[in-house]
């Protein structure tokens, strides 16, 4: 039965930026997954009127953020922690400048947000949110993207996609296709590994740590034969597992010097 009281709800699926780290941002083809995790959004009308009541879960359901936002002029009425408070404040704004209509009628609502992943795994928290709140106010993800936290939006792409992506920039303008694997590689080809640490590139600079080293990115590729970093040889990676392995590292070998970041290794 449907609840009479839900007003929105979407799921978002997570992501996973197999190579392409950071060289996405200036041009590089990316290879991204999208995940089995994600994260809902469900929004129920309330009795407290004015108000937008929102709630974050936790995957195992306990709550990291509670937040009253006032729908009049979306500023924060209370917050349990105001940074993060705050970016769902300036989400929420950019979505109104978008669609000056979005949230304008609306009583009081509840909403409600859950990943059903550790956030610390960086599997999309933020962009699974950002696709989420697009969809519902019709905003375009993008540019909702590019006013807030910022990225290529590769992520934003795997929210609602259907099978891997070969992303990349063109122009600042994102661009997109279906990537579908040999039909023989094995399902679990691909394993995750967290190391237990998580790098926001807004944050910690890594953006502008290789935006620094862009200098060196007409140095001729040290692969043989050149993968190419801005286009790689993804077509290679259809043949066989070992293929694919082999243009992955490739790829990552020509990237490292750019990003001044070492693949990890250990892998098979």
Known sequence: MTDPSNVFQTRAQGKFLLTGEYAVLDGAQALAIPLH???????????????????????????????????????????????????????????????????????????????????????????????ALALWSGADPYRLLAETLGGSGYDIACAYAASPLLFQLKKEVPRYSSWITNPTLPGNSILFTWVKSKTVAKVFGDTGKFRATKAISSTPCRNSPPCGWKQPHWRNWKRSLNDAKSCCRAHLNCLEPRICTSPITGAP
């Open 37 to 131: 995790f994600g994260q809902t959004l469900s929004a129920n009308t309330s009795e407290t009127p004015g108000l937008l009541q929102w709630t974050a879960l936790e995957a195992d359901g306990s709550p990291w953020l509670s937040t009253s936002i006032r729908l009049d002029d979306l500023s924060i009425a209370t917050a349990s922690d105001e940074a993060p408070a705050r970016t769902v404040r300036d989400l929420l704004l950019a979505c109104r400048r978008q669609r000056p209509e979005f949230l304008v009628q609306a009583t009081g609502l509840e909403l409600q947000t859950q990943t059903d992943f550790p956030r610390p795994w960086g599997l999309g928290t933020s962009s699974t949110l950002i696709a």
